[in-house]
Protein backbone atom coordinates (compact mmCIF):
# COMPACT_ATOMS: atom_id res chain seq x y z
CA UNK A 1 0.00 0.00 0.00
CA UNK A 2 1.21 3.56 -0.87
CA UNK A 3 -0.03 6.82 0.80
CA UNK A 4 -0.04 9.99 -1.45
CA UNK A 5 0.38 13.36 0.48
CA UNK A 6 -0.06 16.59 -1.70
CA UNK A 7 1.15 19.59 -0.46
CA UNK A 8 1.88 23.20 -1.65
CA UNK A 9 -1.78 24.63 -2.66
CA UNK A 10 -3.28 27.99 -1.91
CA UNK A 11 -4.88 31.03 -2.72
CA UNK A 12 -2.76 33.17 -5.85
CA UNK A 13 -3.38 35.54 -7.93
CA UNK A 14 -3.33 35.20 -11.95
CA UNK A 15 -0.07 35.03 -13.21
CA UNK A 16 2.37 33.57 -9.92
CA UNK A 17 3.71 30.54 -9.72
CA UNK A 18 3.44 27.19 -7.50
CA UNK A 19 4.93 24.17 -6.74
CA UNK A 20 2.86 21.13 -5.51
CA UNK A 21 4.93 18.64 -4.45
CA UNK A 22 3.18 14.91 -3.66
CA UNK A 23 5.46 12.61 -1.30
CA UNK A 24 4.95 8.98 -1.37
CA UNK A 25 5.50 6.16 1.79
CA UNK A 26 4.79 2.63 2.21
CA UNK A 27 6.14 1.14 -1.10
CA UNK A 28 9.19 1.47 -3.65
CA UNK A 29 8.67 4.89 -5.04
CA UNK A 30 10.74 4.41 -8.06
CA UNK A 31 8.79 1.67 -9.55
CA UNK A 32 5.10 3.68 -9.80
CA UNK A 33 4.62 5.45 -13.34
CA UNK A 34 3.05 9.19 -11.10
CA UNK A 35 0.71 11.69 -12.46
CA UNK A 36 -0.95 14.84 -11.54
CA UNK A 37 -5.39 15.01 -12.04
CA UNK A 38 -7.51 18.27 -10.93
CA UNK A 39 -10.94 18.42 -10.23
CA UNK A 40 -12.76 21.49 -10.34
CA UNK A 41 -16.16 22.19 -8.64
CA UNK A 42 -18.65 20.23 -11.15
CA UNK A 43 -16.30 19.38 -13.24
CA UNK A 44 -14.83 15.79 -13.91
CA UNK A 45 -11.06 14.77 -13.01
CA UNK A 46 -9.11 15.44 -15.66
CA UNK A 47 -4.99 14.57 -16.63
CA UNK A 48 -2.30 17.36 -15.92
CA UNK A 49 0.58 15.73 -16.50
CA UNK A 50 2.53 12.60 -16.21
CA UNK A 51 5.91 11.25 -15.87
CA UNK A 52 7.52 7.43 -15.95
CA UNK A 53 9.23 5.92 -13.47
CA UNK A 54 12.66 6.97 -14.51
CA UNK A 55 11.74 10.73 -14.95
CA UNK A 56 13.14 10.41 -18.39
CA UNK A 57 9.83 11.00 -20.15
CA UNK A 58 6.67 12.89 -19.34
CA UNK A 59 3.47 13.83 -20.54
CA UNK A 60 1.08 17.02 -20.25
CA UNK A 61 -2.34 18.10 -20.89
CA UNK A 62 -2.56 20.73 -23.64
CA UNK A 63 -4.57 23.06 -21.06
CA UNK A 64 -1.03 23.20 -19.34
CA UNK A 65 1.58 22.12 -21.69
CA UNK A 66 4.33 25.15 -21.90
CA UNK A 67 2.67 26.44 -18.21
CA UNK A 68 3.33 23.41 -16.27
CA UNK A 69 6.01 20.90 -15.48
CA UNK A 70 5.77 17.57 -13.77
CA UNK A 71 9.24 16.40 -11.78
CA UNK A 72 10.37 13.71 -9.54
CA UNK A 73 13.00 12.77 -7.29
CA UNK A 74 13.12 9.03 -6.56
CA UNK A 75 15.22 9.67 -3.75
CA UNK A 76 13.19 11.78 -1.76
CA UNK A 77 10.13 9.72 -2.78
CA UNK A 78 8.45 12.93 -4.18
CA UNK A 79 6.80 14.12 -7.52
CA UNK A 80 6.12 17.63 -8.03
CA UNK A 81 4.09 20.00 -10.36
CA UNK A 82 5.49 23.18 -10.86
CA UNK A 83 2.72 25.43 -12.49
CA UNK A 84 3.45 28.47 -13.74
CA UNK A 85 1.35 31.51 -15.06
CA UNK A 86 -1.58 30.49 -13.13
CA UNK A 87 -4.89 31.24 -14.52
CA UNK A 88 -8.48 31.41 -13.32
CA UNK A 89 -9.49 28.28 -15.13
CA UNK A 90 -6.26 26.17 -13.56
CA UNK A 91 -9.00 26.29 -9.97
CA UNK A 92 -9.53 22.67 -8.55
CA UNK A 93 -8.44 20.27 -6.35
CA UNK A 94 -4.98 18.69 -7.53
CA UNK A 95 -4.21 14.82 -6.76
CA UNK A 96 -1.43 12.80 -7.39
CA UNK A 97 -1.74 9.61 -8.32
CA UNK A 98 0.63 5.99 -8.80
CA UNK A 99 0.58 3.45 -11.05
CA UNK A 100 2.69 0.08 -9.83
CA UNK A 101 4.99 -1.05 -12.10
CA UNK A 102 2.59 -4.83 -12.25
CA UNK A 103 0.25 -2.87 -13.92
CA UNK A 104 2.87 -1.46 -16.45
CA UNK A 105 3.81 1.88 -14.57
CA UNK A 106 1.38 3.55 -16.22
CA UNK A 107 1.91 7.85 -16.82
CA UNK A 108 -1.51 8.73 -19.03
CA UNK A 109 -4.38 10.25 -18.76
CA UNK A 110 -6.89 7.10 -18.06
CA UNK A 111 -7.64 7.56 -14.18
CA UNK A 112 -8.85 3.84 -14.17
CA UNK A 113 -5.16 2.29 -14.53
CA UNK A 114 -4.00 3.95 -11.70
CA UNK A 115 -3.86 2.38 -7.74
CA UNK A 116 -3.05 4.81 -5.55
CA UNK A 117 -4.90 8.31 -5.35
CA UNK A 118 -3.55 11.30 -2.56
CA UNK A 119 -6.51 13.50 -0.86
CA UNK A 120 -5.79 16.21 -3.51
CA UNK A 121 -4.26 20.05 -2.77
CA UNK A 122 -6.50 23.25 -3.39
CA UNK A 123 -4.87 25.40 -6.17
CA UNK A 124 -7.76 28.72 -6.14
CA UNK A 125 -6.44 31.41 -8.73
CA UNK A 126 -8.19 34.95 -8.42
CA UNK A 127 -8.77 36.88 -11.64
Known amino acids: QVLLVESGGGLVQAGVSLRLSCAAS????????MAWFRQAPGKEREFVAG????????VYADSVKGRFTISRDNDKNTVYLQTNTLRPEDTAVYYC????????????????????WGQGTQVTVSS
Open 51 to 58: ISRSGINT
Open 26 to 33: GGAFSIYG
Open 97 to 116: TACSLGRGGYYGGDPSKYDF
